[in-house]
Structures are given as structure tokens and as C-alpha cells.
């Protein structure tokens, strides 16, 4: 942002972070927005307000509910890594602070523990020797 004069209030909270990490956040969005279409959830998506050739998470209709849909379908179908889905609620959370929307306070407590119970299943299936949710698969 070169220039002062075209400073915004939106401006400023999509610059919190740096390009990569929007990039990667972006990515992740993506995902779940694929999600949403592919379940029939469309009216979840919307165009995106900084560039509009974009689609986006509708956070006025999104609800945490949706996003632990999404969590489920993806360890069921895609068994994604651990890792990727922390990411994707991460990339949901800067999209609250992006469209300045409080963030559900679902999303820093009770996500904690679901988290930790993924990461417990994932363990004791490797411990055990069982193959069928490893989280080293991507989504498609």
C-alpha cells in the first residue's frame, strides 16, 4: 500500500497477516467451500467482496455447525492430516476477523478438544497398526 490516500479500515485487517500465510488461508477456504458445493450447501458460498471473480464463505449463514461437517467429512472421506484441518480452522477464523464478524467462542474452546480427540484416534490407530486413518491423504 503505496499510497495513504486509499488506506481502509478493510485494508488494514486483511494486512494483519502476510501475503503467504492469506495465500495459504485462502487455500484452505477453498476447500471448504468445495465442500459446501459438493453437499448442496450453496447458499454457505458467496462472491468474495475484495474480488468479486472469488467466492467465499458466507460467515452470516456459515454456522460452527457446518464447519464440524465439514471437520467430519473431511477425516471420513479425504483423511487429511491433522495438521491441514488445524489449518483450515485457522483460515476460518482469519475469515471472521476479514468480514469483521464475531468469531463463534466455539472455535477456541470446544475445537480444542475435538482436536485432541483426532489427534488421539490417529495415534492409537498408527499404534495399532490400522491403516484406515493414517491423516496423510489430501484433499482432491
Not at 450447501?41 to 449463514?61: E, G, I, R, Y
Not at 464478524?101 to 483426532?118: A, H, V
Not at 495399532?128 to 486413518?133: E, P, Q
Given at each position: 500500500?503505496?499510497?495513504?490516500?486509499?488506506?481502509?479500515?478493510?485494508?488494514a485487517?486483511?494486512?494483519?497477516?502476510?501475503?503467504?500465510?492469506?495465500?495459504?488461508y485462502?487455500s484452505?477456504?477453498?476447500?471448504?467451500?468445495?465442500?459446501?458445493?459438493?453437499?448442496?450447501?450453496?447458499?454457505?458460498?458467496?462472491f468474495?467482496?475484495?474480488?468479486?471473480?472469488?467466492?467465499?464463505?458466507?460467515?452470516?449463514?456459515?454456522?460452527?455447525?457446518?464447519?464440524?461437517?465439514?471437520?467430519?467429512w473431511?477425516v471420513?472421506?479425504?483423511?487429511?492430516?491433522?495438521?491441514t484441518?488445524?489449518?483450515?480452522?485457522?483460515?476460518?477464523?482469519?475469515?471472521?476477523?476479514?468480514?469483521?464478524?464475531?468469531?463463534?467462542?466455539?472455535?477456541?474452546?470446544?475445537?480444542k478438544?475435538?482436536?485432541?480427540?483426532?489427534?488421539?484416534?490417529?495415534?492409537?490407530?498408527?499404534?495399532?497398526g490400522?491403516?484406515?486413518?493414517?491423516?496423510?491423504?489430501?484433499?482432491?
Amino acid at each position: 500500500m503505496s499510497d495513504l490516500r486509499d488506506f481502509t479500515i478493510e485494508t488494514a485487517r486483511r494486512n494483519r497477516i502476510s501475503a503467504s500465510t492469506r495465500q495459504g488461508y485462502t487455500s484452505g477456504i477453498n476447500q471448504v467451500v468445495k465442500w459446501a458445493k459438493l453437499v448442496g450447501k450453496n447458499h454457505l458460498v458467496m462472491f468474495n467482496s475484495v474480488d468479486q471473480s472469488t467466492v467465499t464463505l458466507n460467515l452470516q449463514v456459515f454456522l460452527y455447525s457446518d464447519f464440524l461437517d465439514f471437520i467430519v467429512w473431511a477425516v471420513r472421506q479425504k483423511s487429511v492430516q491433522v495438521g491441514t484441518l488445524n489449518s483450515y480452522r485457522s483460515a476460518v477464523k482469519s475469515l471472521y476477523k476479514d468480514q469483521n464478524i464475531d468469531l463463534p467462542e466455539e472455535y477456541d474452546t470446544e475445537m480444542k478438544t475435538i482436536f485432541s480427540g483426532i489427534r488421539k484416534t490417529v495415534a492409537q490407530n498408527l499404534q495399532s497398526g490400522d491403516k484406515d486413518y493414517t491423516g496423510e491423504f489430501v484433499i482432491a
